[in-house]
């Protein structure tokens, strides 16, 4: 059995969302990228849509560049923007012509130490614009951010700054993460993302009584009772509260 078919073979009830992420995977192929945003509580399934998603670009050709927050990093400058481009630019047999141009200013943050209180200054936003853009160039990508939730906020500050431009590029950046509560005295980067018009927002619903049966026959056995399956099915959903 492939990965792909291991990421979304007993993935229930996601076909909405992996039809949207879809979507903007053909997008991006034809040279219109998007930005997606899957938004839920703990435990009801983004990592596993992540997984899917990623499965499905590599099934397309997209190649995926993948990060995550971290509860221990949220303090470290551009830490998830790291995660996700240092490697492929240490590896890159050209990088050089990665990093040529303008894509030059994102050198301070991917190749040097992060500096303390380096919160992204336009050029190094802009920077890891050309970066992505010279990427692109090479074939369509994904960038799936998972539990942005726990980003540094530069790296956040990118992802919003990369959003409004992502339509020019054949590029999905998919992130994902635990609903954030609106705060009018503080807004964050992460709400910004959010509402930005150019964001498709993709909420994940809990599963059904029937899925939370069939998930629990598939993993506990044929013999588990209706009774017990509709116990499981908390009025948050999640499953692993079960
Ligand atoms: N649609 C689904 N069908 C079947 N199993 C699922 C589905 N979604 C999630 N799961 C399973 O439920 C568990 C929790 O899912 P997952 O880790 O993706 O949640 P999460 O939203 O990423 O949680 P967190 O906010 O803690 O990161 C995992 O074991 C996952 O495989
Ligand atoms: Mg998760």
């Known amino acids: 059995m492939g990965v792909t078919d ?8 996601r076909e909405r969302e992996l039809g949207r992420i879809d979507a903007a995977l053909e997008a991006a192929r034809g040279g219109r990228g998007a930005a997606v945003v899957i938004e839920a509580d703990a435990g009801l399934g983004k990592s596993a849509l992540m997984r899917a998603a990623a499965a499905r670009a ?11 927050g971290t509860e221990l990093e949220t303090e470290l400058p551009f830490g998830v923007v790291r995660q996700c481009l240092a490697g492929v630019v240490r590896k890159s047999a050209d990088r050089e012509e990665l990093l040529t141009g303008a894509a030059a200013l994102a050198v301070p943050v991917l190749v040097d130490a992060p500096a303390e209180g380096d919160g992204g200054s336009f050029g190094v936003l802009h920077g890891l614009y050309w970066l992505l853009a010279n990427l692109a160039e090479r074939g369509p990508l994904l960038l799936a951010i998972d539990d942005a ?3 540094d906020e530069p790296s956040l500050r990118f992802l919003a700054f990369l959003t409004r431009r992502v339509d020019s590029l054949p590029l999905v950046l998919l992130t994902a993460t635990r609903p954030v ?3 009018a005295a503080d807004p964050s980067v992460l709400s910004d993302l959010l509402g930005d018009p150019a964001t498709d927002v993709v909420t ?15 993993h506990a056995g044929a013999t588990v009772e209706v009774a017990f399956a509709r116990a ?6 999640a499953i692993r509260s079960c």
């Open 149 to 151: 939730h726990w980003a």
């Open 58 to 68: 590599h099934e397309t050709a997209v190649a995926v560049l993948a990060a995550h």
């Open 181 to 183: 509560e609106p705060d």
């Open 232 to 237: 499981c099915h908390l009025p948050a959903g």
């Open 6 to 13: 291991v990421a979304i073979r007993g993935l229930l009830e």
């Open 204 to 218: 994940i619903r809990a599963l059904s009584e029937p899925a939370v049966l069939e998930f629990l026959r598939e």
